[in-house]
């Protein structure tokens, strides 16, 4: 069955410290993946896809095949990253699977 | 550009009733797709419209239904309201169905079942 998990419900950590969010997927084909973010009381919105290879916002992911995953990594939290994430994955009918999404919080 | 519009923003209805949840897409787009996001979980996926017709239809009852008109809004349809049916429900745009389109959310409508 088609299935994006996010293990994590939240994740707490420092400024200045790495970050990174797990996704994993379940998916017979080859899948397009994304990451939207949702800042407090804004709409959701994208932040990354695994097609455009970009860094965005300090933000990058890459798709691992073998391990099923495309975890989100950022080097260096600033306090404007708390947000909640979520993972999506596109399957062959061009609909969107997401992930339950992971909190993330940034202390000062 | 005001970006997806949704409304209402917040809804209350009591089982048995229906609803039409409106949305608007961004000007140019031409797919709508709908989620239902239960408190706590990501969004699932209900339908897809392109060019005013089904694309997609995810794995909900067929008390649940949508359009799409030619100016490329469209309404969600829900009939026989459950209180299961509580939910915040997104409306996303993109420009064409395909497999690289991001789609761009509004803000979602509120709907609570007493």
């Known amino acids: 069955a088609q299935r994006v998990t996010q293990p994590e419900k939240l994740l707490s950590v420092f400024k200045g410290a790495p970050v990174e969010l797990k996704c994993n997927y379940s998916?017979?084909?080859?899948?397009?993946l994304f990451w939207y973010v949702q800042y407090s009381r804004q709409r959701l919105q994208l932040l990354l896809r695994?097609?455009?290879?970009?860094s965005i916002k300090g933000f990058t992911a890459d798709l691992n095949k073998g391990e099923t995953s495309f975890h989100l990594k950022k080097p260096f939290a600033q306090e404007e990253d708390s947000a909640m994430y979520y993972c999506?994955?596109?399957?062959?009918?061009?609909?969107?699977?997401w992930g339950a999404g992971t909190k993330l919080i940034i202390k000062p | 550009d005001a970006g997806v519009t949704q409304s209402p923003t917040h809804l209350i209805k009591t089982r048995g009733q229906h609803v039409t949840l409106r949305c608007s897409p961004i000007s140019g787009h031409k797919s709508v797709s709908w989620y239902q996001q239960v408190l706590g979980q990501g969004p699932q996926f209900i339908f897809q419209y392109y060019e005013k017709e089904e694309r997609g239809r995810g794995n909900f009852p067929d008390r649940f239904s949508a359009r799409q008109f030619p100016n490329y809004s469209s309404e969600l349809n829900v009939n026989a309201l459950l209180l299961g049916d509580s939910a915040l429900y997104l409306c996303a745009s993109s420009l064409e169905t395909g497999l690289y389109q991001p789609q761009h959310f509004g803000d979602g409508t509120r709907l609570s079942i007493l």
């Open positions: 999506a994955l596109k399957d062959s009918n061009y609909q969107l699977i």
């Open positions: 695994h097609i455009s290879r970009e």
């Open positions: 998916y017979s084909g080859s899948p397009e």
